[in-house]
Nanobody, 119 residues
Framework: QVQLVESGGGLVQAGGSLRLSCAAS????????MGWFRQAPGKEREFVAA????????DYADSVKGRFTISRDNAKNTVYLQMNSLKPEDTAVYYC????????????WGQGTQVTVSS
């Protein structure tokens, strides 16, 4: 069982940066793949980024490649999403997710944190 709590969302101007954090509880955090998803108003939830348990492999949605960076610190049970060069279309609720097998279909979700990018 894994519990996830996101933080770090807020309001930022276009071109700015934010770093989201996701604190996980549970003894097996280091063996789980972790990911970030987002959901904008009126749209379906979409994949943003993922990182394997070792941290050696990462995946990104095309829309955020080169701007966002996912990382994890297994000693702190925390995963991060560094978001640079933010655009108004990045505005969404961002969710942290975890899964032991397929992070694209995660078993565990956080409650979400709002990111708003003004133009």
């Amino acid at each position: 069982q894994v519990q996830l709590v996101e933080s770090g969302g807020g309001l930022v101007q276009a071109g700015g940066s934010l770093r989201l954090s996701c604190a996980a509880s549970g003894r097996t955090f280091s063996s789980y793949a972790m990911g970030w998803f987002r959901q904008a108003p009126g749209k379906e939830r979409e994949f943003v980024a993922a990182i394997r348990w070792s941290g050696r492999r990462t995946d990104y949605a095309d829309s955020v490649k080169g701007r966002f960076t996912i990382s994890r610190d297994n000693a702190k049970n925390t995963v991060y999403l560094q978001m640079n060069s933010l655009k108004p279309e990045d505005t969404a609720v961002y969710y942290c997710a975890a899964d032991p097998i397929n992070i694209r279909v995660p078993d565990y979700w956080g409650q979400g944190t709002q990111v708003t990018v003004s133009s």
